[in-house]
């Protein structure tokens, strides 16, 4: 059984700047939630895919949106970066999304300029 | 607004010396409470989930106790290898998981 996965592990932008982040989840997990971790803090719900269609978005603006894809995985885009965008992005997978024990992967440290 | 609270918010333990860190909670509906231990620059490990009050759970040095407004993670005789950030989060009726701000272990030889 594979873990959660997620790519590239480092990221460098500029302000202004978009940004694709993938995530492969756990084999068998249809259900797919994006965090955002800033340095010192816990992790933001961003939004989460459930069989492809968003289930849950948390309260950030419109220039972070994603797909979920038929294998499940995800892609998190960020247009227009900012400063404050730089931090952990953390992609968790479950099996469906009802009380379901989410599963981290690794994750990805964007960097804005 | 529903809100996770943990405390304190960075702890030093010598080895062997055991202790508590806390979870508060205030949201509308609890669905369950998760407990996650983080390394740094790394993503979260699951370790627990309770859906009651009442219920514990147990893995090694560590035990999770949840009451109607906190949860409590309990170390016992911890080691180095425990020192990691410790997170709790909630999972609300008809949202989405919750974060703590977490609480920093270091755990002293």
């Known amino acids: 059984e594979t873990g959660v996965t997620q790519s590239p592990t480092h990221l460098i932008k500029t302000r202004g700047q978009q940004v694709t982040l993938r995530c492969s989840s756990q084999?068998?997990?249809?259900?797919v939630s994006w965090y955002q971790q800033a340095l010192g803090q816990g992790p933001q719900f961003i939004f989460q895919y459930y069989r492809e269609e968003e289930n849950g978005r948390g309260n950030f603006p419109p220039r972070f949106s994603g797909l979920q894809f038929p294998n499940y995985s995800s892609e998190l885009n960020v247009n227009a970066l900012e400063l404050d965008d730089s931090a952990l992005y953390l992609c968790?997978?479950?099996?469906?999304?009802?009380?379901?024990?989410?599963?981290f992967g690794p994750g990805t440290r964007l960097l804005v300029l | 607004e529903d809100q996770v609270t943990q405390s304190p918010e960075a702890l030093r333990l010598q080895e062997g010396e055991s202790s508590s860190l806390n979870c508060s909670y205030t949201?509308?509906?609890?669905?369950?409470l998760f407990w996650y231990r983080q390394d740094p620059g790394k993503g979260p490990e699951f370790l627990f989930t309770l859906y009651s009050a009442g219920e514990e759970k147990e893995k090694e040095r560590l035990k999770a106790t949840l009451t109607k407004k906190e949860s409590f993670l309990h170390i016992t005789a911890p080691k180095p290898e425990d020192s990691a950030t410790y997170l709790c989060a909630v999972l609300v009726y008809g949202q989405n998981f919750v974060f703590g701000p977490g609480t920093r272990l270091s755990v002293l030889p």
């Open positions: 084999s068998g997990h249809n259900t």
């Open positions: 968790a997978s479950s099996l469906g999304r009802e009380r379901e024990t989410q599963y």
């Open positions: 949201v509308s509906g609890l669905r369950g």
